[in-house]
């Protein structure tokens, strides 16, 4: 297990108070059920790389935290969706009943469309318009189709079903690899870096989310409901890297994508070193 680097604690802090400035735990039944989802207890994972990409770019923490929030509204609201009966059925989610066993369905589903239109709501009010129609753009690719939509389409059609490697990887990268790839490209974006920048920000991203989604699969199979905050096996009816390439085998692959994450940073040098760090403590998290 690796501890929660020191940096990354230190933006949660500031992610959290931008968090419950957008969302406030009080009010009407739908927005203290996206509180409740949006504000439990995190690792805030993807808003820290974009806050850390934005940095590397150039650009201040203080404007990049709206960016980092919309990428965190999406994420909740994604969870939520998840979660359902006639999704993932979960009944845990962040150490507490999932949305829907809270605040039942109807409620859920429509704290996740509230959170997911906030997001694209916070971007348009916070930058300048060309600025924010790319990051608009960018969410919508995240949440889309070919993202997080396409892919839990995916995850769902194949359960129960004999798939190949590259279709688990198609489902992945959509389901959870796309907003890892959007916290980048948003943190560019805010940051004023240029293509090529953004770029390697993008192949790192889209390299870590992989090996992100490759350590909850081993999660699921060994890991303290206590310290995850989600049921175990949750995933024996579908193929996960670790039903495909068991235990060491799914460890070594996620290793291996954290090292090829690591190579995209080269052209940052040491600036891309907390990035470097965020990318042990995935490979080596147990929460």
Do not use: W
Not at 6 to 33: C, K, M, N, W
Not at 55 to 75: D, F, K, T, W, Y
Not at 114 to 135: C, E, I, Q, R
Not at 237 to 262: I, N, P, Y
């Amino acid at each position: 297990m690796i501890a929660v680097p020191a940096f990354v604690a230190d933006y949660q802090v500031s992610i959290d108070a931008e968090l419950r400035r957008l969302v406030p735990d009080s009010g009407a039944t739908v927005q203290r059920a996206m509180a409740y989802t949006l504000l439990a207890p995190s690792k805030r994972v993807r808003p820290v790389l974009t806050l850390l990409s934005a940095e590397i770019c150039g650009g201040r923490r203080a404007p990049a935290l709206a960016a980092s929030a919309a990428i965190e509204l999406v994420h909740a609201a994604s969870l939520i969706l998840d979660d359902l009966p006639s999704m993932d059925d979960a009944p845990l989610r962040r150490g507490r009943p999932a949305n829907h066993k809270e605040f039942g369905e109807a409620v859920a589903i429509l704290a996740a469309f509230a959170l997911l239109n906030l997001a694209f709501g916070t971007v348009a009010k916070a930058y300048d318009p060309a600025v924010a129609s790319k990051m608009s753009a960018v969410l919508s690719d995240a949440v889309g189709i070919e993202g997080l939509v396409g892919g839990q389409a995916g995850d769902l059609l194949a359960a129960g079903q004999p798939i190949e490697f590259e279709m688990l990887e198609r489902i992945h990268r959509g389901k959870t690899g796309s907003l890892f790839v959007a916290a980048a490209v948003a943190g560019g974006l805010v940051g004023g870096g240029h293509a090529d920048a953004i770029a390697s920000l993008s192949a790192y991203a889209k390299n870590l989310g992989l090996a992100f989604q490759i350590i909850d699969d081993l999660l699921d199979v060994e890991g303290d409901p206590a310290q995850t905050g989600k049921a175990v096996r949750a995933d024996a009816r579908r193929t996960t890297f670790v039903s495909f390439s068991g235990v060491e085998g799914a460890r070594q692959l996620a290793a291996e994508l954290c090292e090829t994450a690591d190579r995209a940073l080269r052209p940052f040098g040491r600036r891309a070193d907390q990035l470097r760090e965020l990318s042990a403590f995935v490979a080596g998290r147990s929460i």
